[in-house]
């Protein structure tokens, strides 16, 4: 520290090092200029009770020498002069002036302080303490929500809080439009939101809030508009949508004024009688959660030939609203029998007919609940009624006809008045005879990778030296079979049949001769008595199925199968995440096994180095260790895997590893000793040679320093 200097004079200063040689050149030359600080900036006031705080930014020039104080002055009147406040010696930036008159104007100004003294004052600032009173008024009291004896209210905070943080809202309700308050003792909140309960349903209140602080209560909120936990209006406007046998569909529109509760359900009234009696309908009208302008319903069962008019009333939580103007009135009519069903179309199948169509343009009123099917073998001249029992679907399966013959179909429909005009006849068909693989040596070709054929076993037989299906004697079974062109699964099933069937698969020459694959009572999981059997099929194999009955059952059937080609092998997808752990000239390479081993097994695994492309191989384990690296050298590796039909792309590359010779601590020196004192060379051949004159003897002496449980001694090196 240079000391008696003149402030401001402008000093130049270079520094020389001086030794027993000699005095060095001199520095470079640096400028300063002592003095005091410049004035503090950014002067921020904030006004609190009787105080204000202040903030300010340190000068720009500190005069050479470090800030060690800022005096702080206020006043009331700039003329007057300043006084300073004694907040001690301080370098901080901001300080709190106490002690203050709420409501007087102050003005305050900062000088910072440096061992040379007192700088120019910064610029002024203004401030008036002033006192904490109660918060204003909260703002925008609603009511959100009435329910039976309580209505829930919502309001936004006052606009000033007095100067102390809101503590507590004080709410009150009135029964008298205000001549008299009752408070609603709720807990301590500053939750803007409450629900007032205990009030007295159907009556009108209105409620205020007042909010609190540590000052006291402050004025009460605007009261809100009357309201009361009440009853729905009634709902308008009750017409109809369309009117059909014993019913009538009206809608309505939802009341204006819900009675400050959810709806919770209407309530429909119908009359016979103008209005002189009314009926409820008990079916249902509720509407939870549907916010709906508009609701509809199907008023059913009601006298057909009768006019009916309609009133709605809503209902809340509190109770039930006056009911709507009534209606028209809306006349259900008497249903008729039903049209005739459309497109009637027959198709022959193996012992069987398959008869489909559409149902009638008009069902005349009421639901159609079965339909007649006849049929005729003479172009129409006499008709049969199929006894097919009851059923509104529009398919059936007709069996039991004459092999060979041509049928001509009619269908009619029926409801509760009775049978409907009959449909169109169908075209001819003439059902087809079956059985023609009842024997083994009959079995039916399938074809296309997936498919189904029906059939029926009433009329087949067993045969002799055919084996037991699943344990079970065979009885009446027809064969099916398939030729693999390609190896793959085939999937069997008899879905689709009307008994209790069993299902077997079999190679083999001839029915006496055959290897059961797999055999099928009832499939797993699965509902009815069908049965299903999965088989792996090679190219070049025929495979045979037979379709029997358990306990000797019989009747239609439904083969179905689907073939499903096996993936074709390809090479597998590249190992993942290599990882390399380096030792001396070698190092272990680990990995994990390819997404995909391309549906063929990995045989093998290689891992490659780079550079010097040093390798290993493992058969299946997924780690080796590459030899014969260099130490020093950073290597990476990739692997590949190969299956029967080749290797992989390489994985990515590891990160890069360094061979190394681990770096043994020291250790204590050995004792003088001998090892091997008679071979020159490496490596040694375990074989100790006396020469008991000495003559032509290489001595090799091992000395301190040494490692003795070094693996590269192999346990040579001892205590001499």
Not at 32 to 43: A, D, K, N, Y
Not at 74 to 87: M, N
Not at 469 to 483: L, T
Not at 569 to 598: E, F, H, K, M, Y
Request: glycine residues 10%; hydrophobic residues 35%; aromatic residues 8%.
């Amino acid at each position: 520290t240079v000391t008696g200097l003149t402030n401001a004079t402008t000093y130049s200063f270079r520094v020389k090092a001086v030794s027993s040689a000699g005095t060095s050149d001199a520095s470079n030359v640096v400028t300063t200029t002592p003095g005091i600080p410049g004035e503090p900036t950014s002067l921020r006031p904030t006004a609190l009770n009787q105080s204000v705080r202040l903030n300010w930014t340190a000068p720009t020039l500190n005069g050479g020498s470090a800030i060690t104080d800022y005096v702080v002055e206020y006043t009331t009147d700039v003329s007057a002069g300043y006084s300073v406040f004694d907040d001690g010696i301080s370098t901080s930036t901001t300080s709190s002036v106490t002690g203050l008159t709420n409501g007087t104007s102050y003005f305050f100004r900062i000088k910072a302080v440096n061992n040379i003294g007192t700088g120019q004052p910064s610029g002024v600032a203004s401030a008036a303490p002033w006192a904490i009173v109660e918060p204003s008024a909260p703002l925008d009291v609603r009511v959100t929500n009435i329910e039976l004896n309580k209505i829930s209210l919502s309001w936004t905070a006052p606009v000033s809080d007095g100067g102390s943080s809101v503590s507590d809202y004080l709410i009150e309700y009135s029964s008298n439009a205000g001549v008299a308050w009752s408070i609603f003792a709720d807990p301590t909140s500053t939750i803007r939101s409450t629900t007032v309960t205990g009030l007295i349903n159907a009556t009108s209140y209105i409620f205020r809030v007042s909010a609190i602080n540590i000052s006291g209560t402050g004025a009460a909120s605007i009261a809100t508009t009357a309201v009361s936990p009440g009853i729905p209006s009634a709902p308008c406007c009750v017409n109809d949508i369309s009117v059909g046998p014993r019913r009538v569909a009206i809608q309505w529109g939802a009341p204006t004024f819900n009675g400050g509760s959810e709806l919770t359900n209407y309530i429909i009234e119908y009359s016979t009688n103008n209005g002189s009696t009314w009926t409820t309908w008990d079916g249902n009208t509720g509407v939870v959660g549907c916010v709906c302008a508009n609701v509809a319903r199907t008023v059913s069962p009601l006298e057909d030939g009768v006019p009916h008019i309609f009133r709605v009333r809503a209902k809340n939580a509190i109770g039930t609203g006056e009911p709507s103007e009534p209606s028209e009135a809306y006349t259900p009519w008497t249903p008729v029998a039903p049209g005739a069903p459309r497109l009637v179309v027959a198709t022959a199948r193996t012992g069987q007919v398959d008869l489909d169509w559409e149902e009638p343009t008009t069902d005349g009123g009421a639901p159609i609940t079965d339909y007649m099917i006849q049929y005729s073998v003479n172009s129409g001249a006499a008709w049969t009624t199929l006894a097919d029992g009851v059923s509104s679907s529009t398919f059936s399966i007709i069996r039991s006809l004459t092999t060979g013959v041509s049928h001509i179909f009619r269908v009619a429909a029926i409801n509760e008045v009775g049978t409907g005009v009959w449909s169109t006849q169908s075209s001819p068909v003439t059902t087809i005879s079956a059985m023609v693989n009842d024997p083994f040596s009959g079995a039916i070709a399938l074809t296309n990778s997936t498919g189904y054929l029906t059939s029926s076993t009433l009329t087949a037989s067993r045969e002799a030296g055919e084996p037991n299906h699943g344990g079970y004697a065979p009885s009446a079974s027809i064969w099916y079979k398939w030729v693999a062109t390609e190896t793959g699964t085939l999937v069997l099933t008899t879905s689709g049949s009307d008994f209790d069937t069993i299902l077997g698969a079999y190679t083999g020459a001839s029915v006496n001769a055959l290897t059961t694959i797999a055999v099928n009572d009832d499939a797993t999981g699965e509902t009815g008595l069908w049965s299903r059997v999965s088989i792996a099929v090679n190219a070049g194999t025929t495979y045979f199925a037979a379709v029997d009955g358990y306990s000797g059952k019989k009747g239609a059937t439904r083969f179905n199968w689907t073939f499903t080609p096996a993936p074709t092998p390809q090479v597998p997808d590249a190992p993942r995440s290599v990882r390399v752990g380096a030792g001396n000239a070698i190092v272990t390479v680990n990995w994990l096994p390819p997404l995909s081993d391309g549906n063929s097994a990995i045989t093998a695994y290689t891992a490659t180095s780079t550079p010097g492309s040093k390798s290993c191989s493992t058969t299946g384990a997924l780690s080796c260790i590459v030899r014969g690296l260099t130490n020093g050298v950073s290597y990476t590796f990739i692997v590949t895997a190969t299956n029967a039909i080749g290797t992989s792309l390489g994985s990515s590359a590891s990160d890069a590893v360094v061979p190394s010779v681990d770096s043994d601590a020291g250790v204590a020196a050995l004792s003088w000793g001998l090892d091997r004192i008679d071979q020159r060379n490496l490596p040694l051949n375990s074989r100790y040679i006396s020469n008991f004159s000495g003559a032509g003897v290489n001595a090799y002496i091992i000395d301190t320093g040494v490692l003795s449980t070094h693996s590269e001694f192999g346990s040579r090196v001892t205590s001499g």
